[in-house]
């Protein structure tokens, strides 16, 4: 029986009689109550943050009836209380919450009374209590833009603040409070095991675990994916064989088939008193650290196939977690799956995801490299604080041990080479302190409680022990001379990570998420509320530093914008197109970040209202399935082709050397064989002779096709920086039709046209293909994949706002 208690009422200072309904808090309820303006806008932070200065309470008082006060088990169960919270019932204290990512449960069966009962739960200022516990305890971690101490409070670090994100440490109830009664059984976990045998059959084993008051009997039921009963059984513990197993497969290599286990506790009667459903996927996951000529090799291996991991690092979404809901979730990784992802980081300084997130991944077919939520910070492991951390990691290990998704479990983000490379003040009590925590107590869980996935111990890593954990040749890697660094983009082209884990770059969010929070006289990049809305010490300078290398100067804000964006777009084409290259010593590239909390200038490629940043369509033709890719040096040009796909491929390679006006200088052709799973380097073509002495005006256009003939990609460069191109200024035709059901736009241009950008002034859409290049008098027709929001939708209304612009017009 359960009884959820969704309705509460907020007291903060004079504020008193407040409502909200969970997931709620202190800032969600002041807005959606218009006592503060929106955290976000402008400089709104601030006067937010101060809030958190004091604490306040929630209440909520519920009606409880006859039938339920009779169980003999009576809990009330808190499943994500953000943080700090001392809570009564009926005016009783019931006890004191710590820990945000771990679920509170307390015994009320001789607190609860016939009719209304009233919790109350007051909380206290996260602020002060990060501070105060610094004091107390001094331990190094990144200052500038959090709170000191907040490594010392189990609350999602990010919200103290990060290089990204503001400092809103919000206070409230973010998961279900519930009321939970039982008298016969209630199941508690469904685990369900895999062992995949060499005939290719599947041996699941279901462990259930129960609260059994009496005797009970267990059915379980197995469904297959499309719903066939395949198994009904009243066996304790079954072990079921599934000879003919659906396999699920990562996105890109096939089906995602999902399993569904059902277990029943039965009682005397024949009732079922309670049931549990858990969805599997059957597949076999684990990383291979393998030695090879190199190293040691670090890929995930899937069905006992190596697979080159694509993707990026998720942060959480919002910093106001009552709006993180399953569909916004959705529409990212819908998104991830859009840009051709197999894999996504769970970072270590947000929480835990919310089951609907490894649901989603399940479905969609992402791996999952899942941090325990340690970042960057050093930590004191005491007796109290190790207590509140076990249950934090049994209840959120087994949350996601039967998912498919999961990939990966990794101790934390880059305290290993912090230790060692970053100046932390170095004691020996820290160092066992870290040992002990990522390199015993955490491996020893996983051990126990998800024996079958592999555990990491930090990112980056090289296996743990301090030895030596940004070794390029073992492990993973933070790659970070680019940007923090200040090194070329092409400083990537000189490396040979086993898997990169963090790089990136960062922009401008669109124009219209910065018109969001600003005012038109603030759209300057060194204004208050821009500088405030870029969290990274020096990051627009950085960001004009690269600006320099590549492009004239931006004529206004919009064009900075959008130079902004294509500059991250290249920095991460360089990267990730390099390493696909070279797969088979590189196997992975997960850039530094999917997503935004709020909007400001960051290194995602998706920004907080969930535009497409140039990046993301970058991603979407880096991270292709077979990919053509070009490198340059000296008017040389090397063509590779990558192949991430489960079979052989034949594809043409066809490319050209063009004037900008389209004048073919120099042109070839080539049947080019990739086998599964590789990448293969074709010669290289010297180009000199039709390049060099009009190398301002001449571009490389290289074009992939299928075995069928349809073409896969068409993409171009520069012999020269994009700033001392001779660009002609293009005339560029829209055009936008309804066929059936999808929108069409239509572009095509007199000259040669680099990164052109469509735009819809009334209207959000994501488009198959955005920032492309124009290389010839054909048209070029994308179509609309997604609307986000904006009200015009008609052909006329879309053709009105329509706006079109390419690098030409950055600095003219
Ligand atoms: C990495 C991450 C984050 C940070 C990012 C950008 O180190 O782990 O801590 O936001 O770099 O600096």
Request: hydrophobic residues 40%.
């Amino acid at each position: 029986m359960i009884q959820y208690i969704r309705e509460w009422t907020l007291s903060y200072e004079n504020f008193t009689g407040l409502q909200g309904t969970i997931p709620c808090s202190l800032y969600s309820i002041l807005y959606q109550n218009h006592i503060i303006e929106d955290p976000f806008y402008g400089l709104n932070e601030y006067k937010s943050r101060e809030m958190c200065e004091k604490g306040c309470t929630f209440t909520a008082v519920f009606d409880v009836e006859e039938e339920m006060l009779q169980n003999e088990k009576l809990r009330l169960r808190f499943e994500g209380v953000d943080t700090l919270a001392n809570i009564y019932l009926n005016g009783k204290w019931l006890g004191r919450t710590e820990n945000m990512h771990r679920v509170w449960e307390f015994d009320v069966k001789d607190r609860a009374v016939l009719g209304l009962n009233e919790i109350e739960i007051q909380f206290d200022s996260p602020m002060q209590a990060a501070r105060e516990a610094a004091l107390k305890y001094p331990l190094w971690g990144v200052t500038h833009t959090t709170v000191d101490g907040y490594q010392h409070i189990r609350k999602a670090h990010y919200m103290y603040g990060w290089d990204w994100g503001p400092q809103l440490p919000d206070m409230g109830l973010f998961r279900d409070v519930t009321l939970v009664g039982y008298s016969t059984a209630k199941i508690l976990d469904v685990w369900v095991r895999q062992k995949h045998l060499r005939d290719g059959s599947v041996r699941l084993f279901i462990e259930p675990e129960i609260d059994a008051c009496e005797s009970i009997d267990m059915h379980t039921i197995v469904m297959s994916p499309t719903g066939e009963r395949l198994v009904d059984t009243f066996k304790k513990n079954p072990e079921i064989l599934i000879s003919d197993p659906q396999l699920w497969w990562p996105n890109g290599w096939g089906d995602h088939p999902l399993y569904t286990v059902t277990v029943e506790a039965v009682d005397k009667e024949a009732l079922c008193c309670d049931s549990k459903s858990v969805r599997v996927g059957l597949r076999t996951m684990t990383v291979s650290t393998a030695a090879d000529a190199y190293g040691n090799e670090f890929c995930f291996v899937v069905n006992g196939k190596k697979m080159f991991a694509m993707g990026a690092d998720y942060i959480p979404e919002d910093n106001l977690l009552s709006r993180v809901t399953k569909q916004r979730t959705n529409d990212l990784l819908n998104d991830c799956i859009r840009a051709n992802y197999n894999c996504i980081r769970v970072w270590g300084g947000g929480y835990y995801p919310d089951d609907w997130f490894f649901d989603l991944c399940d479905e969609l077919g992402l791996v999952v490299w899942q941090d325990f939520m340690f970042a960057c910070a050093t930590y004191r492991m005491s007796a109290a604080f190790e207590r509140n951390l076990i249950p934090e990691f049994i209840e959120n290990i087994k949350r996601m041990r039967n998912h498919a998704c999961l990939g990966l479990l990794c101790g934390n983000n880059e305290m290993e080479t912090a230790w060692l490379n970053w100046g932390i003040p170095q004691n020996e009590r820290t160092k066992l302190d870290y040992l002990y925590l990522y390199e015993q107590l955490l491996p020893d869980l996983c051990d126990e409680y998800a024996p079958d996935t592999f555990y990491w111990p930090s990112s980056p890593s090289s296996g743990g022990g301090f030895d030596d954990p940004a070794d390029e040749n073992r492990g993973d890697m933070h790659c970070w001379e680019v940007w923090h660094g200040g090194k070329p983009f092409s400083y990537f082209r000189d490396t040979y990570f086993r898997f990169c884990s963090e790089f990136g770059f960062e922009s401008f969010p669109d124009l219209k998420t910065c018109e969001s929070f600003s005012a038109p006289n603030e759209r300057n990049p060194f204004s208050r509320v821009m500088e405030s809305h870029q969290k990274c010490v020096g990051g627009n300078q950085k960001m004009l530093h690269y600006l320099a290398d590549d492009y004239l100067y931006p004529k206004n804000f919009e064009m900075f914008v959008y130079a902004s964006q294509l500059l991250q777009a290249d920095a991460m084409r360089q990267a990730i197109t390099h390493w696909r290259a070279n797969r088979g010593r590189c196997m992975g590239a997960l850039y530094w970040q999917l997503n935004d909390c709020w909007p400001v200038a960051s290194w995602a490629s998706i920004d907080s209202a969930g535009r497409w940043k140039a990046l993301h369509y970058e991603a979407k033709r880096f991270f292709a399935p077979i990919l053509l890719t070009a490198f340059e040096k000296d008017y040389c040009v090397t063509l590779a082709l990558s192949n991430e796909t489960l079979r052989d491929v034949s594809c043409r390679v066809c490319w050209s050397v063009k004037s900008s006006a389209f004048d073919v200088i120099a042109q070839g052709e080539k049947q080019v064989q990739c086998p599964v799973l590789s990448a293969v380097t074709l010669p290289p073509l010297s180009l000199a002779q039709s390049v060099e002495n009009a190398k301002y005006d001449r571009f490389f256009v290289y074009e992939l096709y299928d075995e069928a003939g349809t073409l896969l990609s068409k993409q171009t460069l520069l012999f020269v920086k994009p700033k001392h191109f001779e660009w002609k200024k293009p005339n560029i035709l829209t055009d936008v039709r309804q066929d059936q059901d999808e929108m069409r736009i239509m572009l095509a241009s007199d000259v040669f046209a680099k990164g052109v950008c469509v735009r819809f002034k009334n209207t959000d859409v994501v488009l198959s293909d955005n920032f492309v290049d124009l290389t010839d008098d054909q048209p070029v027709w994308l179509t609309v994949e997604k609307w986000l929001g904006g009200n015009a939708k008609s052909i006329s209304e879309m053709k009105a706002g329509i706006e079109v612009y390419s690098i030409a017009e950055i600095g003219e």
